[in-house]
């Protein structure tokens, strides 16, 4: 039976671990995830979802690599949002001074989808720090640009996502790893 328990206790101790991490990760992304995932929470009829928790399974589930007790966050794998909105292809990012842009294509434009609002997430993760373009961007501009705050521009390491929203800002496509600037 001792053998049984401390399998528990060990399997216990990982999953804390993963927790902690997760939590850790998506707290500066609080604002952006409960927007990402608003419509996403709302579907799960009578099951009572919380948005931070849909973003905090995922993260828990595919983000969180390594072996116990050298576990970390790949980036990469992060969701700060969901949904059936379609994705736009990015095509490049540049870094200069202060200044963050992404040049996408936004696909076909129908009149359902010419209107979706594009937004830039940059993410300094050691800072725990987030910032999100605040200008909206259509996807039929093909550009979106971020202004860096001054506690930002000197960071080596930023860590992009794009989020595509309709018009009313209320379904959301699921959100895309750009890279690191």
């Avoid at 050691?126 to 506690?151: C, F, M, Q, W």
Wanted: hydrophobic share 40%; with cysteine.
């Amino acid at each position: 039976m001792k053998h049984i328990t401390q399998k528990t206790s060990v399997g216990r101790l990982i999953m804390q671990r993963k927790f902690c991490l997760a939590n850790e990760f998506l707290s500066p992304l609080g604002k952006i995830i409960q927007e990402g995932f608003a419509h996403r929470a709302k579907q799960g009829k009578g099951k009572r979802l919380i948005p931070r928790n849909l973003a905090l399974a995922h993260t828990i589930r595919y983000a969180v690599k390594g072996d116990f007790p050298n576990l970390f966050i790949d980036p990469a794998l992060i969701l700060l949002s969901d949904g059936h909105v379609k994705e736009i292809n990015i095509r490049k990012t540049q870094r200069m001074g202060s200044n963050v842009s992404v040049s996408f294509d936004g696909g076909t434009l129908t009149k359902m989808n010419h209107d979706d609002e594009i937004q830039l997430v940059a993410y300094h993760v050691e800072g725990r720090v987030a910032v999100r373009s605040h200008r909206t961007v259509n996807r039929s501009k093909k550009l979106i640009s971020l202004s860096l705050p001054d506690y930002l521009m000197q960071v080596q390491q930023l860590h992009l996502y794009i989020l595509v929203c309709d018009r009313d800002g209320i379904c959301y496509s699921r959100s895309q790893y750009v890279g690191v600037v």
